[in-house]
C-alpha cells in the first residue's frame, strides 16, 4: 500500500469516532477469520462433513455453510459454543498481548492512538491476516 494511504489513514484515526469504529471492526474481522478457521481444520481433524455438523446442531447445511463462508455472518455465542462442543471444541477468552493493547485497548477506552501511523498498519494487518487462529491474529 502506498504512503498517501498510510498517511491519510493515520489522519483518519485521529477521529475518535473514526478510531474506535475501526478498531472494532479489525478486532472483530479477525475474530471471526479465526473462529471459521479453527472450525474448518476441526471439521478436518474429526472428518465430518458441513451436512454432519448441521445435523449435529439441529440446523439447515446451508446455514453452516453460510457460517463457514465469512460472508456478513454474525452468530449467535450460543451457536458458535454449539459448533464449539460438537467438534470437541470450547470458547474462551483470552487477554489481548501487551504488544497490542496499546493499538486495541487504549483507544477503545480514550478514543486516542498514540501512534496513529503504526496502528493504521497493525489494525489493517489484523484485518487481512486470514490464515492465523489466533483471536486477535498475527
Do not use: H
Not at 53 to 71: D, E, K
Amino acid at each position: 500500500m502506498s504512503r498517501q494511504f498510510w498517511a491519510d489513514l493515520a489522519e483518519d484515526l485521529k477521529d475518535p469516532e473514526f478510531l474506535r469504529e475501526y478498531v472494532t471492526e479489525s478486532v472483530r474481522i479477525a475474530t471471526v477469520d479465526a473462529i471459521i478457521n479453527t472450525v474448518d481444520e476441526a471439521l478436518r481433524r474429526e472428518r465430518l462433513s458441513k451436512a454432519d455438523l448441521a445435523r449435529a446442531i439441529g440446523t439447515q447445511p446451508a446455514t453452516v455453510r453460510r457460517l463457514l463462508s465469512a460472508r456478513n455472518v454474525n452468530p449467535t455465542l450460543g451457536t458458535v459454543a454449539e459448533v464449539a462442543a460438537v467438534l470437541g471444541l470450547r470458547l474462551t477468552l483470552e487477554p489481548i498481548p501487551e504488544s497490542d493493547r496499546e493499538i486495541i485497548t487504549d483507544p477503545l477506552r480514550t478514543g486516542e492512538a498514540t501512534d496513529a501511523r503504526r496502528a493504521a498498519q497493525r489494525l489493517t494487518e489484523m484485518r487481512t491476516c486470514r490464515a492465523q487462529q489466533d483471536a486477535v491474529c498475527c
